[in-house]
């Protein structure tokens, strides 16, 4: 009896110790001060990608970012809704016809989280796929994300980018090769 009993309080410690500590839900206090209060697509590292490595771009990697009333990036929790524009240049709305789209992307369980989450840049990544996006070809790209929020928040944001071209390099001559690559300054 004795060891039986001893094995059930040895199976509750280890059970008690291989749990997970649960944090508390933030208070609507905290909710107000840390949630988001704006969010942007990255302009840097949203981009058109080759996700398959066969020279050709399978689609645009949309990198979107929150910020706090701070300016520093936090999480969100919701849905973000992806739309890609033609490019009008010199328009002040520089969206012309939609090429494709809707995309959807959720944020709404722990898993959609973790998958999405890039600790690095503290952003949430998305790819959208579309076979026939050109990478010598200028587009925007426009995100509205609906929050998951209690009253009195911002619910929605949104936010568009220009997605420029990538730059081809010309081809050189070959005379270019023999200069060095940096130059001396005169004294």
Known sequence: MRFVAGGVALMLVLAGCSSRVRLPERTPRNATMFGPTSMRIHPIFTQVKDWTGDGKPDGIEALIEFQDRFGDPTKASGSAIFELFE???????????????PWTG????????????????????FRLPFEHVRDNRNYVLAATFDRSAGAGEANRFFDRIVLEAAQRKEPTTGDDDELPATRPVAP
Do not use: F, K
Not at 87 to 101: C, H, I, L, S
């Open 106 to 125: 959720s944020l709404l369980t722990i898993d959609e989280q973790r998958a999405r989450w890039n600790r690095t840049l503290s952003t949430y990544s």
């Open 87 to 101: 490019y009008r240049a010199y328009n002040p709305d520089p969206r012309g016809e939609r090429v494709t789209g």
